[in-house]
């Protein structure tokens, strides 16, 4: 299986903002920090709002935050959302073209395969993949005003 870009970036969006759960994120700081583009990180945080993940601030001293704690927000349905075909082959679409795909056993095999890599996923949390929070804020090299970093999010 291979996730696009875009759900990568998702996800990354998600882990900036819970390791600072009492600062609001930037589209321009997150994009420094992963060294990825602000345009395409710009129509991920729209979708990310839309879907309900993040809460967007408008105007000056504006930017982003969760909308959900981090253990409220699991991998796997960030994956779903934001994949836009979790298909791994060409047969799994309903409109293929395969002469054996009513016989096969492979589509089968790949279909059980798929929803096991998103159960994997739907062990996990955001919250569980900042769980070395100390290690990735010093990775990233973000900023953590005094006080606040060892405080966690609290809502619901």
Known sequence: MHLTRY???????????A???DQLGTIGAIAEVFE???NHLTKVVQELSRRGYIDTVRGKGGGLRL??????????????????????VECLHRQSDCVIAPRCVLKRALVEATQAFLA???????ADIVANRDQLIR??????????????????
């Open 67 to 88: 909308r959900l704690a981090p253990e409220r927000i699991s991998v796997g349905r960030v994956v779903r959302d934001m994949e836009p075909d979790l298909f791994v």
């Open 19 to 21: 390791l600072r759960p």
């Open 139 to 156: 990775l990233l090299d973000i900023s953590i005003p005094a006080g606040a970093a060892g405080r966690t999010s609290q809502r619901a």
């Open 36 to 38: 990825i583009s602000r």
């Open 120 to 126: 994997v996923l739907d062990g996990y949390t955001v």
């Open 7 to 17: 759900t990568d970036y998702s996800l990354r969006v998600l882990m900036s903002l």
